[in-house]
């Protein structure tokens, strides 16, 4: 049997904007009503449901790829990214 492991980065949601908690949610990248989980790779735009994302988001998937983490989990009670912008509303 083989197993499929991937490494995960944990963040806090306040990296995304209001508008872009709703695009997310209305997406499916809702986990819960705690956060979402969003698969990156290489893609560019990582999600391509928001045009023009906020630097909050976008330093959280860039942060995610230096890492080598293929996925993203914004959780209410995750921890804010260092340098990277967050939001509150």
Do not use: F
Not at 31 to 57: A, K, Q
Not at 72 to 82: A, E, I, Q, S
């Amino acid at each position: 049997m083989t197993y499929e492991i991937a490494q995960m980065l944990i963040a806090s949601t306040g990296h995304v904007t209001e508008r872009e908690s709703e695009v997310l949610n209305t997406a499916g990248y809702s986990r819960g009503e705690y956060g979402w989980l969003i698969h990156v790779d290489d893609t560019i735009p990582t999600v391509p449901e928001i045009e023009d994302p906020s630097p909050g988001l976008t330093g959280a998937i860039e942060t995610t790829r230096k890492l080598a983490c293929q996925y993203l989990l914004l959780d209410r009670d995750g921890p804010v990214l260092k340098g990277v912008p967050s939001y509150k509303w």
